[in-house]
């Protein structure tokens, strides 16, 4: 199995040294077997969920579990971004496991790493959850050997999201299918967009880097090449370089709200008409709903540049330097139930990794009020049916999308020049050793 190289667990982890996160899998000294770690039927035991974002957790869906299972207690720690969640795993993992929760959520993008640390996590294989997932999601999170590294709790078709009362505004078609008839590639996303800017005073969308986020999921072998994991020389990838310049290019900048997501500006600016539109993978809307509070324009539009795309999809693991692993496979294991995963999208919008939820009459008829009563259930189906490409993303894929990112965040943030910012990129991606 090929190894991730020492420089990007320290990078991934943060500015601090760290150790080669594979010598310190340690099933011997980190963790316990099942056995071991099960708690006796009638003792007391708590059980910690780390997530990030929204999972649709809630005390009272905890309430549900803790009452069928007297014993358990349940804490979850939420972080506020996906990256501060990464950066607190992978820096624990790195010094032996010490400290993470007995159930960690990582995104569908951290993966690949942490395939190469297998003996850090407990397999979650099991025939009672077999047939749940498509023969993707488990795929993902399958060794080699068999072994499970996570349960799906969703997946990210995309969609627009969109301000129809800002588009009715700046005298543009505002109707869901209207706008869905006007943004069938990337060309006439970014046209329409200079239409509303010229009319309007609000920006086109949020973020340069969200919006290459969305580009590059359409891409089948972004950064390295499928046959062996091995990274392509950024000095080479044309393709990339064709993504990055048509993002820090002077049009599509011009339509830009220049706002890092997650951040207090970003949050700000839905309730100061910041922004028209947002690539917006079903998740995406309990963030909106969460900071848009009152604002009634919002809807979603059944398309999305380009054809179709996933942004995102998550997995709950377990540590295996858990004290109570067997208690917390079970709890990971009923979090991603149909049944729970069908209550977490009517709550948040995540859409289901889990097939029958998904064909789900309470799915498929389910509508977003604050979208303006949205048909949300049957968008994101039509969505994920649309998606054509499974970008494959190896064990390298996170520290160059994140080198290409930053490249995009210095022409957006810090006003470098395009072609200046494409050199420190290619500089940094040297210094990665891949």
């Not at 399958?142 to 627009?160: H, M, R, S, V, W």
């Not at 309730?271 to 947002?278: E, H, L, P, V």
């Not at 709903?289 to 398309?303: K, M, Q, S, Y």
Request: aromatic residues 10%; proline residues 5%.
């Amino acid at each position: 199995m090929r190894k991730t190289s020492s420089k990007m667990w320290a990078a991934a982890a943060g500015a601090a040294s760290i150790a080669l996160l594979a010598t310190a899998c340690s099933s011997g000294d980190g963790g316990s077997s099942d056995d071991e770690s099960s708690a006796s039927s009638d003792e007391k035991i708590t059980l910690t969920v780390a997530t990030f974002n929204d999972f649709g957790y809630s005390d009272e869906l905890f309430a549900e579990y803790t009452k069928d299972h007297p014993n358990v207690t349940v804490k979850q720690t939420k972080a506020a971004k996906s990256e501060d969640a990464r950066t607190n795993l992978t820096t624990k993992l790195a010094a032996g496991g010490e400290g993470l929760a007995d159930i960690e959520a990582i995104e569908i993008d951290w993966l690949p790493e942490l395939r190469q640390a297998p003996d850090e996590f407990v397999d979650l294989a099991d025939p009672a959850v077999e047939g749940r997932w498509s023969d993707a999601v488990v795929g993902n999170a399958t060794l080699d050997d068999g072994k499970l590294l996570g349960y799906g709790t969703d997946t990210g078709p995309e969609a627009i999201c969109y301000r129809q009362d800002l588009f009715e505004a700046a005298g543009l078609p505002s109707d869901p299918d209207a706008v869905a008839a006007e943004v069938g590639t990337w060309d006439d996303y970014f046209a329409l967009g200079t239409k509303f800017v010229n009319a309007s005073d609000s920006a086109w969308f949020d973020s340069g880097v969200a919006t290459y986020q969305g580009m590059i999921n359409q891409v089948k072998a972004a950064y390295e090449n499928p046959d062996d994991g091995t990274a392509t020389d950024l000095a080479d990838n044309a393709e990339i370089q064709k993504l990055y310049d048509k993002v820090t290019s002077p049009e599509v900048q011009a339509l830009s709200a220049k706002l890092d997501q997650w951040t207090g500006d970003w949050d700000a600016a839905f309730q100061s008409n910041g922004f028209a539109t947002m690539l917006c993978p079903s998740w995406m809307t309990g963030p909106i709903e969460e900071r848009a509070g009152g604002v009634t324009g919002w809807n979603i539009a059944n398309a999305f540049p380009g054809g179709g795309g996933n942004w995102g999809g998550s997995y709950l693991t377990v540590p295996a330097s858990g004290k109570h692993t067997a208690e917390a496979k079970e709890l990971a294991a009923w979090l991603t139930s149909p049944e729970i995963q069908t209550k977490a999208f009517i709550k948040t919008g995540n859409f289901p990794s889990q097939l029958e939820a998904q064909k789900s009459d309470e799915v498929q008829s389910a509508t977003a009020p604050f979208f303006n009563d949205a048909p949300k259930g049957a968008i994101f189906t039509d969505r994920i049916a649309a998606i054509d490409v499974i970008p494959f993303k190896g064990p390298n894929y996170f520290s160059v999308h994140q080198t290409v990112q930053d490249g995009i965040k210095r022409v957006e943030y810090e006003n470098v020049d395009p072609a200046t910012s494409w050199q420190t990129v290619l500089s940094d991606f040297s210094a990665l050793g891949l």
